[in-house]
């Protein structure tokens, strides 16, 4: 893998349908994780086998049909769940088990009524287990975020030892500010033995609106994957939006940071996973949000007419998505109406502009938005105005 490479971990069919009331069959889990092996994504978390015998056997189906990416499976960092990811991905081509236990202070007092110590001894011993069935073993620090990064560097190099290749260092709460997301990412770097022979991952929440920007910060520090989900569905407030990382690390070559995601997929793919989940997508969403590439500002409406730089910093098409969109709105002005009658058959000149806008105001006044259907009308009454005055 290139150093300036972001491989991209899906969790949608994980922790995403933990959203209350979004619970899907095999049969769907089926088709999205085939949507997520050809949109690009590296690795797809299936599922978590112990929890139940339909998430067991739709890891064991999951691991069956995926062609390219990793299948993974969550366990706790005990035998049993690791027996059971083993056995649910006995027919993945690229297996991995993640296995992890909680590392801050309030998941090792409240959580585990236990130590520091004994902690560190049952992720070895997890990791070690789990090592006994496949090479590809990733280690969460669950409430990473929160741990003293001392501790947590300890535990890393422990789990490095027993045979992680991948350390998942979760934001679980959603808590962090990026600069300490990023620094975290940064001590373990410098004070980890053996962190160069592993893969640093970003797993971060969005409890307070920061699970995108602190996944980008830890990438800034030497994370090479992103946990992520489609729409950035997950537990409470979400996860990171795949969509949205995705998009910043194409949108900033000077990140230097790419991934193998097919962004033309992201808005389909969106589509998809909203369609068989049930949850509504808001419509300020970034990238894939029905008012992404809407314009309804007359003030931006001209803009994006004359130039569509002037206010899209993403060709819509790069996302799936085939063209910006003009809502004529009372807000709107004389040049987005006059847009939108021309892809109507309508080549208004001055003049006739000039009558035509006063009609269209009152009229939107009256609604919210202003479809074709009300272009038609409102150019027609015109023309029965113009007549009466011309006589």
Known sequence: MSKNQVQIFDTTLRDGEQVPGCKLNTEQKIIIAERLDE??????????????P??????????KIVKHATVCGLTRANTKDIDAAAQALKYAVKPRIHTGIGTSESHIKYKFNSTPERIIERAKDAVKY??????????????????NNEYLARICEEVIKAGATVLNI???TGYCLPEEYGAKMKYLRENVKGIENVILSCHCHNDLGLA???????????????????????????NTALEEVVMILKQHPYLNLDTNINTKMLYSTSQLVKHHMGLVVQPNKAVIGENAFAHSSGIHQDGVIKNRGTYEIMNPEDVGVNESSIVLTARSGRAALAYRAKNLGYALTKIQLDIVYPEFLKFADKKKEIIDKDIHKIIEFCKILTDKVAS
């Open 130 to 147: 789990a090592k006994t069935y496949v090479e590809d073993v990733e280690f969460y620090a669950e409430d990473a975020g929160r741990t």
């Open 39 to 52: 949109l690009g994504v590296d690795i797809i978390e299936a599922g978590f086998p112990i929890s139940s």
């Open 170 to 172: 979760p934001d679980t």
């Open 212 to 238: 995108t920007a602190n996944s980008i910060a830890g990438v800034q520090n030497g994370a090479r994957q992103i946990e992520c989900t489609i729409n950035g569905i997950g537990e409470r407030a979400g």
């Open 54 to 63: 339909g998430d067991f056997k739709s890891v064991v189906e999951i691991s």
